[in-house]
């Protein structure tokens, strides 16, 4: 089954910059797109990026021209650099497979299923 293991979160100010990693197991990247997902409290699972086995991207409005997607299919990891961070982007992030289920008893949640790893920034 999947597993997924998020790293990199951290708190910093408004302006700065994170680098998240995302480890896969149970799953090759050729089986399907890597997603970065994104909760904040009180706040719907919102997609941010893609990556295809490829490397193509697409990112949302919000993001776009400062967070990149990039991945390592050796690794079995996808990574999310994110620059010029801004106190919107707090939030609890999450990476998923487009095509891969979590495992049995874990609801997808908008593609939010996974521990994730904590971003705060503050103003």
């Known amino acids: 089954e999947a597993h997924l293991a998020e790293s990199g979160g951290a708190s910093v100010q408004d302006g700065g910059s994170l680098s998240l990693s995302c480890t896969a197991s149970g799953f090759s990247f050729d089986d399907s797109d890597m997603n970065w997902y994104r909760q904040a409290p009180g706040s719907e699972c919102e997609k941010v990026s893609s990556?295809?086995?490829?490397?193509?991207?697409w990112y949302s409005e919000s993001v776009k021209g400062r967070f990149t997607s990039s991945h390592n299919a050796a690794k079995n990891t996808v990574y999310l650099q994110m620059n010029n961070l801004k106190p919107e982007d707090t939030a609890r992030y999450h990476c998923a497979a487009a095509l891969v289920p979590p495992p049995v008893g874990v609801s997808w949640n908008g593609g939010c299923w996974s521990q994730g790893t904590q971003v705060t920034v503050s103003a």
């Open positions: 990556i295809s086995k490829h490397g193509t991207t």
